[in-house]
């Protein structure tokens, strides 16, 4: 049993984008006691939503560094909208519709003491600060490389290694053996496959190390919730201190009907009404056989921790 302090306690849904967070935050949030906020630390988030500047995709915040980001963080999770930051920053109308979410969700938030859920695949590197200082309960998304890696095809999204070269402690500290790699990717055209690849096994081999070091984050394989949702989100609802009732089952099997589409639109990609099962093999049409070797060659060692060999058949 959760006592008070913890059942109140932030939760943060990280891992990989593309990864399936969306839809595990969404499904968690569909409860009435948690209020989504969506990527405080994407670079292009809402200032009324997080005051400070955010430079890098996938920042990492540690002990070092936290004075850049700390009370920012605090005054979102207190649902300490900033409409002054916001007005400034409006350049069309879907701005405005976004602030007047935004605001609505905070106050609702705030008034209703809901625990503020902060769905961010880009603080996944920043996972064990939130827990260990902000107290969140965090959540992994993990995602099979090849999905993962196919959903960038797709999207046609290369990864800028740019944006983690440029972080000292996060190299320091994470992905210092990666740096040569990284670098030579640079130098050569993008390459979607390789970069998503490589991105994906330096993600996921510090989510293992997590594993280890972290034994209350909850890691949850996409893959599982998508087969079986229900008893899925059951699970993680217990896990997290979340009643689930017969509301949050049926907006949980509304998102993942066999009636929904089979794969997402590129329109609408953050869209969660989709067929969960169906979409499990949509990598294997999307990327070619030399593709899918050239993946689990760039992740072997690390996606092992995760997936057996006979789920990449």
């Not at 009370?71 to 405005?96: C, F, G, I, M, V």
């Not at 979410?101 to 859920?117: H, K, N």
């Not at 200082?133 to 998304?141: H, M």
Request: net charge positive; hydrophobic share 40%.
């Amino acid at each position: 049993m959760l006592n008070a302090a913890q059942d109140a306690s932030p939760i943060l849904v990280t891992g990989a984008h593309r990864s399936g967070t969306t839809w595990v935050g969404k499904m968690i949030a569909a409860s009435r006691r948690v209020a989504y906020i969506s990527e405080p630390l994407n670079v292009w988030h809402r200032p009324g939503v997080l005051r400070a500047p955010v430079r890098h995709w996938y920042t990492y915040i540690c002990d070092r560094n936290e004075a850049l980001y700390l009370p920012a963080l605090q005054e979102t999770l207190a649902y300490r909208y900033h409409p002054w930051l916001e007005l400034r920053s409006l350049r069309s109308r879907k701005d405005a519709l976004r602030m007047s979410r935004d605001f609505a969700i905070f106050m609702t938030g705030r008034f209703l003491r809901r625990r503020p859920l902060l769905k961010d695949p880009f603080a996944v590197f920043s996972a064990p600060w939130f827990y260990e200082r902000l107290g969140c309960q965090v959540v992994i998304s993990v995602r099979h490389p090849a999905a993962f890696t196919s959903s960038l095809k797709r999207l046609g999204w290369d990864f800028d290694f740019a944006d983690l070269l440029a972080q000292p402690l996060l190299m320091q500290d994470w992905l210092e053996p990666y740096r040569q790699q990284m670098q030579d990717l640079q130098r050569r055209p993008a390459d979607v496959v390789e970069g998503g690849a490589l991105l994906w096994r330096m993600i996921y081999q510090t989510v293992d190390e997590y594993s280890r070091r972290f034994p209350e984050f909850h890691i949850v394989r996409h893959e599982d919730l998508s087969r079986q949702p229900v008893p899925g989100f059951q699970e993680l609802y217990h896990s997290l201190g979340l009643p689930f009732d017969e509301r949050v089952k049926a907006r949980i099997r509304q998102s993942s009907s066999a009636e929904n589409p089979k794969e997402i639109s590129k329109q609408a990609v953050h869209a969660v009404q989709l067929d969960s099962r169906a979409n499990l093999d949509n990598w294997k049409r999307r990327l070619t056989g030399a593709e899918i070797e050239r993946v689990r060659t760039i992740t072997r060692g690390v996606a092992e921790h995760y997936y057996s060999d006979q789920e990449w058949q």
